[in-house]
């Protein structure tokens, strides 16, 4: 396979062109627009990483933009490496705020989902979920973090569940996208574009939250 080969894995492309996938591409707005948001609301609050993983979450709507424009192998990975990045920068930054880890506690922690991932998507390939089986873990994480701080933060555990919630939501708008091209030749895509942006913006929001004192223990 060479970088420069072409991709065609959504319903709205029918051809090799720039702008096969207007819908898909543009809808990747939302991603900078929810990372704007959130840039703002931290500017007035100092807290350690949120402005970084704002910064992310614009990166990863340029990524994906330029997947789903230039729709090359190329584009690909830069559309799934600053989603690594975030998923790992948002661990990082929960396990070492959040949780108190020592710094290289939690970068080990982190760097721990890279094994856990591998070893469950294919469980979730096994289950029917295509190219979907790769982001199943987070949401399945997400919700492992969130019971784990239940009884020390409820606001925090209430808020990862429903930032899971919002993710498992858009992975089925996600893989419908093909199954249901013919009744709407669109595609369900943009859906996981939209709902994504928002669960992103929402999970830094609660991430900053975590960090104003007393308010993560609020029942």
């Known amino acids: 396979m060479r970088l420069t080969d ?11 062109g720039y702008w096969a996938e207007p819908v898909n591409a543009l809808t990747n707005l939302a991603f900078l627009l929810a990372a704007a948001v959130m840039a703002a ?3 007035r609050q100092p807290v350690p990483l949120g402005r970084a993983q704002a910064g992310m979450l614009a990166v990863v709507g340029l990524g994906s933009y330029l997947f789903h424009t230039h729709a090359q192998v190329w584009a690909g990975i830069a559309d799934m490496l600053p989603i690594l990045g975030f998923i ?3 661990l990082y930054a929960v396990n070492r705020h959040v949780w108190g880890i020592g710094r290289w506690g939690a970068l080990a922690l982190t760097a721990l989902f ?3 991932a ?5 469980v979730f390939g ?5 190219s979907s089986a790769g982001y199943a873990p987070v949401p399945l994480l997400i919700l492992l973090y969130a019971l784990a701080i239940r009884h020390r933060a409820p606001a925090i ?3 990862w569940a429903l930032g899971a919630g919002v993710l498992i939501v858009s992975l089925g708008f996600r893989m419908l996208d093909q199954p249901l091209c013919g009744l709407w030749p669109l595609g369900t895509h943009p859906m996981w574009h939209l709902l994504n942006a928002a669960m992103l913006g929402w999970m830094i929001e609660v991430y900053r939250r975590a960090l104003i004192p007393g308010a993560a223990r609020q029942g």
């Open 41 to 43: 609301r931290l500017r």
């Open 114 to 116: 890279l094994p856990y």
């Open 88 to 90: 790992l920068l948002y």
């Open 118 to 122: 591998a070893l469950l998507a294919p």
């Open 6 to 16: 072409p991709v065609d894995s959504y319903c709205e492309r029918l051809d090799p």
């Open 157 to 159: 555990a209430r808020g």
């Open 126 to 130: 096994r289950l029917g979920m295509g």
